[in-house]
């Protein structure tokens, strides 16, 4: 039962976001939403930080002076049936509109480092907006192989992201590869086979996912580490805690070392960079994903705490104990 991902939605299917797979902690089923509200009073305080009515779907990013996040969705009641971004306090508050309009979801942003900029996604090609939305949006040259997706910006304002094809077997998979180019999309260069790729605080190494494991490399592509080896779990989308040391990542494991068998039950796990000390940090059954570090607090995107039939999924903050 070793982690074969298969492809239930063709390529030519897909609007902008191409996650749809068995198992796969990216988005949310049915399974994955719960009236239950877990308090990990243990590890620390939980806060839900994006307002009550707006659904988050998918990656969000935080401001690089930590005033802000960014996420993409849209407003109960609203009217739009696609994500856009939206921009919210970090402490939570009213929401704030940056794109608007079009026929295809905008998501996965990730800020510049001076705050002024976003990238994101938008019908697997890659766009740079203002933070406020004015002055409309430039096109990222990308790859050129297809699909790109998940763009993510250093600290130096290096661009890595990841390039979908589909590969014509009788299953047909699709093949997720990581590059990175500059922020005008020059100095393309792939690195490896690889998705949900995010870079370490200094900029030197890129962590990803690939067949369920989570990996490590230098941003020339060298040094590959493997820093889980969980033949019957899956670990995916890891990001680094913000001085370089812990990594925070999605699993489906269970307290007992096993496979969760509910499609939409992953949990919030962390490790140190070398892959030692891991542990569990959220245990609701319930679809807890998109970690990201922000000083001593994890905030992450989570299908609990919401009403019967609302399915509404959520930011929410986990303020650590200190250890």
């Known amino acids: 039962m070793k982690k074969l991902i298969i492809i239930i939605i063709p390529l030519l299917l897909i609007v ?60 109960a009641g609203g009217g739009d049936k696609l994500y856009q971004l939206w921009k919210i306090p970090i402490t939570g508050g009213a929401s704030t509109k940056i794109t608007s309009g079009g026929s295809n979801y905008c998501i996965s942003p990730s800020f510049t480092s001076d705050g002024k900029y976003l990238v994101y996604e938008s019908a697997g090609k890659l766009w740079k907006v203002r933070q406020d939305g004015a002055g409309g949006k430039t096109l990222i040259p990308g790859s050129g192989t297809g699909y790109d997706i998940t763009p993510q910006l250093s600290s130096q304002n290096k661009l890595v992201f990841c390039s979908v094809s589909q590969v014509q077997t009788y ?49 020339d592509g060298t040094e590959l580490q493997q820093l889980t080896n969980s033949s019957e779990v899956i670990e995916s989308i890891p ?34 960079t070398d892959g030692s000390e891991k542990q569990q940090i959220t245990e609701l059954s319930s679809w807890d994903s998109w970690p990201l570090y922000s000083g001593n607090s994890i905030y992450f995107l989570s299908g609990r705490a919401t009403k019967k039939k609302q399915n509404t999924q959520r930011i929410w903050k986990l303020q650590l104990h200190n250890e």
């Open 171 to 219: 299953q047909n998979l699709l093949k997720y590869f990581i590059w990175t180019s500059n922020l005008n999309g020059g100095e393309l260069t792939q690195i490896r086979e690889g998705k949900n790729p995010l870079w370490s605080p200094d900029g030197k190494q890129i962590i990803f996912d690939h067949a369920g494991e989570i990996w490590l490399i230098n941003a």
């Open 239 to 272: 990001s680094f805690s913000d001085n370089g040391e812990y990594i925070v990542f999605v699993s489906n494991e269970t307290k007992t070392g096993n496979l969760s068998l509910r499609g939409s039950n992953w949990n919030i796990w962390s490790m140190k």
């Open 16 to 75: 902008s976001c191409v996650y749809n797979t068995v198992a796969d902690a990216s988005y949310s089923t049915n399974f994955g939403f719960t009236a239950e509200l877990d308090e990990p009073s243990s590890r620390g305080q939980l806060k839900r930080v994006s307002p009550n009515e707006s659904f988050v779907g998918y990656r969000f990013c935080i401001s690089p002076d930590k005033k802000n996040i960014v996420y993409s969705g849209y407003q």
